[in-house]
């Protein structure tokens, strides 16, 4: 019988022989959370920053969209973490034939602290991902309030795209006190007659994955004068795990500042 079996967030079934230690993580945010519970990833994409030591001691694999799944079969992991957004289906089938393959579906609080305590499971590190999470949770109960209005997050420039309904970002935005004005599922484009047209009070410009920065508030203000256009931290908005700690100080720093 298998020691470790679950269901991951997208209802396929995971089993393990014993707790993993040699993983590969696609996906930047969770490998951040694996090494603050105290695993060292063996590979991880060009996009995972954090820490900066796991740059040096592990093996990069390519991209969220690319990865080398040569260069993955080679490492011979014991188990792969994805995620149903930031990574392609075609490439999770393809690594599914070699090795477990936990895929995560994070969408807000709950999602995100259910993927925690699963990787805790699987890895054996159960009270520490517990100890995480209610931490979590405690802060989030009191997240400070940006006094209301209609806000319009962007990620993406040439062509403008938002986050919208479904998404990490847009829990956030109402945990927030805000009302987020995309309306539209996942990340809907926005042209820029429709975006001139939009009632706002806050317009918030991520610094992932589009790099805006204070020339591009600046064009923003232009176009909508009527709102207040702010550049905010994307690791904080849409980075889920242990992120989500320090993430908290970014939001009252953002309060203070509005």
Not at 102 to 121: Q, R
Not at 190 to 212: C, G, R, Y
Not at 226 to 249: C, H, N, P
Request: aromatic share 8%.
């Amino acid at each position: 019988m298998p020691e470790l079996q679950l269901q991951d967030q997208i209802d396929r079934t995971i089993v393990l022989n014993k707790p993993a230690r040699k993983v590969i993580c696609l996906v930047p945010s969770i490998t951040e959370y694996i090494w603050d519970l105290g695993i060292e990833v063996i590979g991880l994409t060009k996009f995972c920053v954090h820490p900066p030591e796991a740059r040096k001691k592990s093996t990069v694999i390519g991209g969220t969209k690319n990865p080398k799944i040569e260069k993955i079969i080679a490492l011979q992991p014991d188990l792969i973490i994805a995620n149903q957004e930031e990574n392609r289906l075609e490439d999770i089938q393809a690594l599914e034939k070699e090795f477990p393959v936990y895929v995560s579906k994070v969408v807000g609080l709950d999602s995100a602290l259910e993927m925690m305590m699963h990787l805790g499971v699987l890895l054996d590190r159960q009270e520490k991902a517990e100890n995480t999470c209610l931490k979590i949770s405690s802060l989030w109960t009191n997240l400070p309030q940006l006094g209301g209005g209609k806000c319009l997050y962007l990620i993406w420039k040439d062509p403008f795209m938002a986050a919208g309904k479904g998404t990490y970002i847009d829990e956030l935005i109402n945990r927030l006190g805000l009302v987020n004005t995309a309306q539209e599922a996942r990340y809907p484009i926005i042209e820029t007659e429709a975006l001139k047209s939009l009632d706002l009070d806050w317009v918030f410009l991520s610094s992932e994955p589009f790099p805006f920065k204070d020339k591009h508030c600046e064009e923003l203000q232009y176009l909508l004068p009527q709102a207040r256009v702010v550049l905010v931290d994307g690791e904080a908005f849409s980075w889920y795990g242990t992120r989500m700690i320090s993430a908290v100080k970014a939001f009252e720093a953002l309060s203070q500042a509005l």
